[in-house]
């Protein structure tokens, strides 16, 4: 598995899980579970649980930008 889509698998992992119980309460051994990334793997991508949160907070924010630009442009 390359890193981008190890990433998104990490990625779509800790969104699902931050979003059904909150941040503090999610570890990473239990993102790598649900991921199916090692946690070797995991740790090489994001050296710290808060790099997984900045990373997984700008995707959500950039997404939202995005669907609001889209909505805006509709209504131009």
């Avoid at 390359?2 to 941040?23: C, K, M, N, P, T």
């Avoid at 649900?34 to 950039?62: C, I, N, T």
Wanted: aromatic residues 10%.
């Amino acid at each position: 598995m390359d890193s981008a889509v190890a990433r998104e698998r990490v990625l779509d992992a800790a969104e699902e899980l931050f979003y059904g119980r909150g941040i503090q309460s999610v570890g990473m051994d239990e993102i790598r579970g649900a991921s199916g990334v090692s946690l070797k793997r995991l740790y090489q991508l994001f050296p710290a649980k808060e790099q997984l949160v900045e990373a997984y907070l700008e995707r959500r924010d950039g997404r939202w930008r995005g669907r609001l630009a889209e909505f805006v442009e509709r209504r131009a």
